[in-house]
């Protein structure tokens, strides 16, 4: 579901927020798969954006259920900070944690 869509479903959703320099952090798929790998209970979406203000590409998940968005949390080693722009609950995580996929040899 795309997030505007989703938002507007879910005003009260439980997010977390991902923030990078790394555009390939950014671009990396490994969020979605760990969250499709999850088998979430309820509806779900992801939206990357871009915080001019700040330099930093921004990876958003928000999730229906605080369940679900507490066990992506839990696998992401992210931290609830306190909840802003009207979400009931808040995660931030560092992407730079992530698997990005196979290496080039060296």
Known sequence: MNWANFIAKHPHAHVLVGRTRNIMQWRSTAVAKLITSQN???????????DDEQGYYLILVGFELETDAAKLAVLLGATRVKAYAGYSSVFEFDPAFLNLGPRRKQ
Do not use: H, N
């Open 40 to 50: 979430p209970t309820g509806k779900f979406s992801l939206k990357r954006d871009v």
